[in-house]
């Protein structure tokens, strides 16, 4: 499991799941970004899993808490993931582009179906876009901070990062890759060089 992610998820009344719990937890996260979760049931998941209803509902109440739970512990993962590898980093054009490696890296953990049913069942939708909103903030505050050292040009901040974040929308999409015959890592490093390409400033190259 990852560090620090029992307290988010699992914690439930104060009480700490067991630990065959917690390990089924990790499974379930598993196939809820994976697979997707608007077909799945408790039942399914204890037969597959080879555990108890029980053990579930140690994590749980329902089966849409536990979704919940995991897809606001994947995208809040996903944001300190982001603001971490950016602060370890100096270059602005560096930490714009850990920032956003973050977000293609996890993106690449969910698959075509958990995408549809992350987008078509509203609690889960609304989790989604304010992770969006905060993805934008940071990607803006970035930019901000680029510009104040010279390092971007003088561009608008939040038009820009709008922008880009529409951009890796449509990368996450399969048909992307069907008809311009690229992989994601090389899509992703085209797309970056050409994002540089328009924010640095005269005389600044890029790495």
């Known amino acids: 499991m990852v560090p620090g992610r ?3 998820l699992v914690a439930r009344d104060g009480v700490a799941p067991s630990r065959r719990a917690q390990e089924v937890l990790a499974l379930i996260e598993q196939i809820v970004l994976r697979e997707g979760f608007a077909r799945l049931t408790i039942g399914e998941l204890a037969d597959r899993l080879g555990c108890s209803k029980r053990t579930i509902y140690e994590l749980a109440p329902s089966k849409n808490e536990l979704v919940t739970r995991i897809v606001s512990a994947f995208f809040h993962d996903t944001r300190v993931a982001g603001h971490a590898a950016a602060a370890a980093e100096e270059d602005p054009a560096r930490q714009l582009y ?3 490696q973050a977000g293609v890296k996890a993106a690449s953990r969910l698959g075509a179906q958990a995408v549809n049913d992350i987008d078509h069942w509203k ?5 989604w876009k304010e992770h969006v909103r905060l993805r934008v903030q940071g990607l803006r505050d970035l930019l901000n901070a680029g510009i104040a050292r010279g390092a971007f040009r003088d ?6 990062a709008e922008i880009v974040f529409a951009a890796l929308d449509r990368l996450r999409q399969p048909d992307f890759y069907t008809s ?24 600044v190259a890029a790495d």
């Open 6 to 8: 029992s307290s988010l």
């Open 123 to 127: 609690p889960t939708r609304t989790i």
């Open 98 to 100: 850990v920032y956003l």
């Open 180 to 203: 311009t015959r690229l992989s994601a890592s090389a899509a992703f490093q085209e797309y970056y060089r050409i994002l540089l390409t328009g924010l640095l400033a005269e005389g």
């Open 155 to 160: 561009v608008n901040p939040n038009f820009v």
